[in-house]
């Protein structure tokens, strides 16, 4: 656990021998759901997850939920825990934002990048955010347990992540976020971030999902912007591809972390 302010940022060292990998989950999520990706890297690299603040084990209501903020609580990260190394920082979802981010802000921290599901532009719906918080807001929780909770949820692989990450409370189980606090941060992922995409000097790998959130046009114009991105696909995959396709998902990976860049 760090502390930035009043803001503490819950970090997981997962262990292992060689370069330094941090992790860093999506919206809604924890670092729980990254856990079997840090276990497939630990015989080669030393793997920290982190909370980002607002979820898991983090401050639940930070005050900041601006992407400065969540850029801060990972260079922290580096500098407090890994100091003088540089670090492979991969990112999911608005994970992938964060990720990149920080590497744009601090390229002497990161060695390399790793984007899945990850984009740098905003989004078109400005309902977008509202949406999404609505939606959590319309969860009806306490669970009463956890199968009350699958019913709810539906049948997909984010449910597992969900359903894994609820704490128990007194009348049942809750989620370890609140929808106000996932609004106010996914509202603030809509910039567009092009001016920093293309002038990022970290090595980086984007990869995409072939059901994922992102249209063709959306990917293609990803690497056309920023020439030097490598780009890797996973059929069959959704947005959620660390979890519904896993292997494919650790293989890319792996093979990207252990790379000798030029």
Known sequence: MIQRGDTKIAVTDRGGDGP????????AGSSRELLPTADALTDRFRVLLVDQRGHGGSTRRPADVSRSAYVGDVV????????????RLVGQSMGAHTAFLTAAARPDLIDRLVMLEGHVAGDDEPEGPANIGRYFASWPVPFADEATARSF???????????????????????????DIMQAAIAAVQEDRWT???????????????????????????????PGTRRADLPAASHDAHLDAFEGWIGILRGYLSEKLA
């Open 20 to 27: 330094p990998v941090v992790l860093l989950h999506g919206l």
């Open 76 to 87: 922290a990260v580096v500098e407090q825990l890994l100091p003088g190394q540089r670090v």
């Open 153 to 179: 949820l539906g049948d997909r692989p984010l449910t597992d992540a969900w359903v894994n990450d609820l704490e128990p409370a007194p009348d049942g189980l809750r989620p370890r976020f609140d929808p």
């Open 196 to 226: 920093e995409w293309e002038n990022l000097t970290v090595p980086t790998l984007a990869v995409f999902a072939e059901h994922g959130m992102f249209t063709a046009e959306q990917k293609d114009e990803l690497i056309r912007r920023r």
